[in-house]
């Protein structure tokens, strides 16, 4: 039986069922500060839980596999009906949710770029021969192969804070993040340089917060409403859409990126391969309306140059 949310132990509370990571947790205070700021009176309380992706952080993610590895547990805590909302970093959020349960909103975009950072160089093309450089993500290893085939990646787990202390252990010369996270941690100072998008396409959705919550939950839609950022949601579901299309999972190496200027979206979309040597990329613009099919459009041009095979060979490895 789905819960009805609409029996909530009161009408001016909310329960936000959240990963404890310092990043997820950072998430889940914002949310609750604006939900405090904009509802004077309400009480809104974290529910921290651990999920599959936090218990087996010492498997490659890849290797991991199956959808959703950092939010099912948050969704079966709101079907039960022990919280109310789950905030997730969108990067991270499967493209199909439970019966009963949808993305309802989602929050400003913090900056979406990945950031290169180390203790010895300043960028990417600072870095020597055969570097070794340090992330889990197919994305940014592909496009950073593609740019220097010579340089090493060595896999990188757990939350902001581990990778860090892993890069300042001298166990990689520099490590890619993505920027969102070191700004919301306040660890700004520690990005070398920013990664533009033209070197590196970020993830779907990387750098916004989305709230998902019981569809049928009206108070608790209503309540939420004044967080939503329509010009972020644009962006980030034409970016989904794209990611949906291709039928890619959270680890491919996708990249998909929507830019707005006054009504006009320009998406950009890639698919390689993890050793960077193939790599298909697009363009397209057209109304921000029209986001999904946008991003379903770019999806079906990649497809048509080839990206179907370089994906299917990724699935087949993992
Ligand atoms: N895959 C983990 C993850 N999910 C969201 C972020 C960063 C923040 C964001 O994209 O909103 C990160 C860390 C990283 O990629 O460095």
């Not at 009206?218 to 299309?245: G, Q, S, W």
């Amino acid at each position: 039986m789905i819960f009805d949310g609409n029996s909530s132990m009161s009408q001016n509370h909310i329960r936000i069922a959240t990963r404890k990571s310092p990043l997820a947790m950072w998430q889940a205070e914002f949310v609750k500060a604006e939900l405090e700021r904009i509802h004077p009176g309400i009480v809104v309380e974290l529910l921290p839980m651990s999920t599959k992706g936090d218990v087996m952080l010492d498997t490659p993610l890849a290797k991991v596999g199956g959808k959703g590895l950092f939010v099912k547990e948050l969704e079966v805590a709101i079907l039960e009906g022990q919280a109310d909302i789950a905030v997730h970093s969108m990067k991270d959020v499967p493209v199909e949710f439970p019966e009963g349960l949808g993305l309802e909103i989602i929050c400003e975009r913090e900056d979406p770029r990945d950031a290169f950072v180390s203790n010895l160089y300043k960028s990417i093309s600072e870095l020597p021969l055969g570097a070794i450089v340090g992330t889990s993500s197919l994305r940014r290893q592909c496009q950073l192969r593609a740019a220097r085939p010579d340089i090493v990646i060595r896999d990188l787990r757990g939350n902001v804070g581990t990778r860090l202390a892993k890069l300042d252990n001298g166990e990689y010369d520099a490590i890619i993040l993505a920027a969102a996270g070191l700004i919301r941690l306040k660890l700004s100072a520690r990005i070398a340089n920013f990664i533009s998008p033209e070197e590196s396409l970020p993830a779907n959705g990387q750098g916004a917060v989305g709230i998902e919550c019981r569809t049928n939950d009206e108070r608790v839609k209503a309540l939420l409403a004044p967080l939503e950022h329509l010009e972020t949601r644009y962006r980030v579901i034409a970016e989904r859409a794209m990611n949906t299309r291709l039928e890619g999972g959270c680890q491919v190496p996708i990249g998909a990126f929507a830019e707005i200027v006054g009504d006009e979206m320009t998406l950009r979309g890639l698919v390689g391969n993890p050793d960077g040597s193939e790599i298909i990329e697009g363009v397209i613009t057209g109304p921000k309306t029209e986001s999904t099919q946008l991003g379903i459009a770019l999806a079906e041009e990649l497809l048509s140059k080839g990206a179907k095979s370089i994906l299917d060979a990724v699935y087949a490895k993992a």
